[in-house]
């Protein structure tokens, strides 16, 4: 296979995520949809480093995998925190910021 | 043979992806995630990059979604309301979500990169394993590596403080 399919796949799945977050309410789905648009980006960092033949690329998506995860234990963490105060899981509902 | 593999989890990746935006309970979201995991973990076995493939299943589709399911099971099934706040909402994303497909492609393909066709140069037999990774991770990219424990110490502390029950409204967290 050249890299070009796995290059327009990773495209289409980091579109599918982007969608997915315009389109959710639920702050745990849009947490997903964000997975899933950074795992599209590690898909093409791993298909480039097979294409110059060198390892550096799967180096940097393990570091994206790292952030990732991070992302996420903070991220859950705040909708147990939201949880716990009785809020709305629901980002339309969640606007005291908004001016 | 090669194709086939892609193929199938090329779908698998896809239809991964696009259950988990569709499917109205957050649980099924999350199982949907697993299987566009072990997807992309196939495709990264494809693109001779096993240890990266191995810490996709170790990492993402055990310890993260673990971590998915026991929150989605604390904070339970939230229906989504259908009431959109913007006219149109699940019709324009799709639209939106496609004309960013339509721009990355344009973008990738109109290049020229030359070896955009190609499946990338004959790599030699120690390419990918752990071991390579491991020589890459601890010689040239020693302090990324160390950045990255220390984010994830921080994210960690991070976490507990924001999640911990609060046993008096004045006491510390």
Redesign the interface.
């Known amino acids: ?9 990773s ?10 977050v ?5 702050p ?2 849009i ?3 964000l ?2 648009m950074l ?1 599209a980006g ?2 093409a960092l ?2 480039f ?5 060198n ?2 690329g ?2 940097f ?3 994206v ?10 991220g ?6 939201i ?2 105060r009785r809020l709305p ?2 980002v ?1 509902d969640l606007r005291e910021l908004r001016g | 043979m ?2 086939v593999v ?1 193929f199938v989890a ?1 779908l698998g ?2 239809g991964g ?2 259950a ?2 569709a499917l109205r309970n ?1 649980f099924y ?2 199982l949907a ?1 697993v299987v ?2 072990f997807s ?1 973990a196939a ?2 076995l ?4 096993e ?2 493939a191995a ?2 299943i170790v ?2 589709a055990g ?2 979604m673990v ?2 399911v026991f ?2 099971a ?2 339970g099934g ?1 229906e ?2 259908t009431w959109e ?1 913007i006219p149109g ?2 019709l ?3 639209l ?3 004309a ?2 339509v721009e ?2 344009i973008a ?2 109109g290049s020229s990169l030359a ?9 030699e037999a120690g ?2 394993t752990p071991e ?2 491991g020589r ?2 601890l010689e ?2 020693l302090v ?1 590596f160390e950045a ?1 424990s220390l ?2 110490l ?3 502390v ?3 403080v ?2 911990a ?1 609060r046993k008096k409204a004045g006491a510390a967290a």
Not at chain 1, 22 to 26: A, P, V
Not at chain 2, 46 to 49: E, M
């Open positions: 296979m050249t890299t070009e399919w796995y290059i327009v796949l495209a289409l799945l980091f579109a599918t995520g982007a969608s997915g315009l389109i959710r309410r639920s745990v789905v947490l997903l949809c997975e899933l795992n590690n898909l791993i298909a480093s097979r294409m110059v033949g390892e550096e799967q180096v998506a393990l570091i995998m790292v952030v990732a995860a991070c992302e996420v234990v903070v859950l963490g705040l909708i147990v925190a949880f716990r899981l629901n339309d | 090669e194709e892609f090329a990746a896809l992806a696009i988990v935006i957050p979201s999350v995630l566009h995991l992309l495709l990264f494809l693109l001779q990059a240890f990266a810490a996709q990492v993402y310890a993260v971590l998915y929150v989605v604390y904070v939230v989504e309301p706040p909402q699940r324009l994303a799709p939106l979500g496609l960013l497909f990355l492609s990738v393909l070896a955009l066709g190609t499946g990338g140069p004959e790599v390419f990918g390579a990774i890459l991770l040239k990219f990324p990255a984010l994830l921080l994210a960690t991070g976490a507990v924001l999640a029950r």
